[in-house]
């Protein structure tokens, strides 16, 4: 049985510069869970401008940058625009798997395939 892959790494094109103006590129991201999807709905800033469920959404799942303590909302908010990006075609990548489930026709009787989610690029 294959084990399912829960972290990707990653390298962001540019990279965060922190206060200290050292350079953070290398970072890991985690699957989303159900949660990470519902709970930023809740939050006065993405309610106020629904454009920043992308940040709390990649705050949540971007488990690594660097050296950094841990991934703020205000740290992806000072990212690159590149970087922002790059971190939102990967969360979509990990993310938007399609799923195939057999189905049987209630007329015929015959099983076919059909595909749910969004389809591989």
């Known amino acids: 049985m294959m084990a ?3 972290e990707y790494e990653f ?9 200290e ?3 953070h590129k290398k970072g890991t991201m985690r699957l989303a869970t159900a949660k990470d999807e519902i709970l930023p709905q809740k939050d006065p800033r993405v309610q106020a401008n629904p454009a ?17 303590p841990d991934v703020s909302p ?8 590149a970087d922002l990006a790059y971190l ?3 969360y979509r ?9 057999t189905v049987t026709c209630p007329h015929c009787e015959r099983e076919t395939e059909v595909n749910f989610g969004a389809p591989k690029s």
Do not use: M
Request: hydrophobic letters at 45%; aromatic letters at 6%.
């Open 4 to 6: 399912l892959q829960t």
């Open 11 to 19: 390298e962001l094109p540019k990279g965060y510069v922190d206060a």
């Open 21 to 23: 103006g050292r350079l």
């Open 52 to 68: 920043y469920l992308s940040v709390i959404l990649l705050s949540r799942v971007v488990t690594k940058l660097g050296s950094l």
């Open 74 to 81: 205000q740290v992806i908010e000072d990212l690159f625009l």
């Open 88 to 90: 939102q075609e990967l």
């Open 93 to 101: 990548r990990i993310n938007d798997d399609e799923i195939t489930v």
